[in-house]
């Protein structure tokens, strides 16, 4: 367990503490983009960003300090409440948070047999749990396609529980061509839809095999044009009387049947 000792209050870097002020403009996504730099907020999140060697500084409130003592190097900067409050998008913030490089560019890897797809993603809330899923399943890749929030976005690295570090998340402006690169990698491309011919619980024999699941927008599904595109529509079974599932849920219930399927015994 890392030693640490309070510091005293003149010891501490404030709001105006220029290494602070450059860390809080990485909550803005201009900001991330012109410094390669994110925030990492929380123990999980700092957890698996510091097992991948992306984290340049690491900033601890006193009491955050004295929760999460086992993430201490010695080599961490203790902020001021406020300061911390400045560095949060959260109400209440946690009292860790690293400062880490951009994620690695990513594509899908060789071999690949089950990859996430969410198409033009906006709520980071959801990229970051279906990023988690995908993770707890054990898929092989996330593809966020379209005009998808970025996934370094301090809600969706929050949300992923650090699992963003974990996985590859690919970024494709164009979703035909992320289709036509899934395809050409060798997974058959799987469309959610309400109206789909393929009922999930009689999709055994296709969930076998490499597959890519395309996940429409949380208001408006996924366009017919790329429904179109996949090799099969399917639709999950709904036996209560909700109209339909959020974005999250169902990628959940479709990445975990191919999971199921993917790694029968």
Not at 21 to 50: H, Q
Not at 76 to 105: H, N, Q
Not at 243 to 255: D, G, H, Y
Request: charged share 20%.
């Amino acid at each position: 367990m890392a030693q640490h000792s309070q510091r005293p209050a003149d010891q501490l870097f404030t709001e105006r503490t220029p290494r602070v002020v450059a860390a809080s403009k990485l909550l803005r996504a201009a900001g991330r983009r012109k410094a390669g730099r994110f925030l990492a907020e929380g123990s999980n999140a700092v957890t698996s960003a510091l097992r991948t060697g992306l984290v340049e500084e690491v900033f601890v409130t006193v009491d955050g300090a004295e929760r999460y003592p086992e993430l201490l190097t010695g080599r961490e900067a203790y902020v001021t409440d406020r300061a911390m409050r400045g560095l949060s998008d959260t109400v209440t913030p946690p009292g860790i948070v690293a400062v880490c490089r951009s994620l690695p560019e990513a594509g899908t890897p060789d071999g690949a047999r089950l990859v996430a797809v969410p198409v033009d993603v906006a709520e980071p809330g959801n990229a970051g749990t279906l990023i988690r899923v995908a993770d707890a399943v054990g898929a092989d890749a996330v593809v966020l396609a379209g005009d998808s929030v970025d996934p370094m976005n301090g809600k969706v690295v929050r949300a992923s529980a650090g699992s963003v570090f974990h996985l590859p998340i690919v970024q494709e402006r164009d979703p035909s061509a992320a289709i036509a690169g899934l395809r050409a990698a060798g997974l058959s491309v799987l469309a959610t839809a309400a109206d789909g011919e393929v009922v999930l619980d009689d999709a055994d024999d296709l969930l076998s095999g490499p597959v890519a699941w395309l996940f429409g927008n949380e208001a408006h599904g996924l366009p017919g044009e790329l429904q179109d595109l996949a090799d099969h529509r399917v639709r999950i079974p709904i036996r209560g009387r909700a109209e339909s599932l959020n974005l999250a849920t169902a990628a959940s219930i479709c990445l975990y049947a191919a999971s199921r399927v993917q790694n029968r015994s």
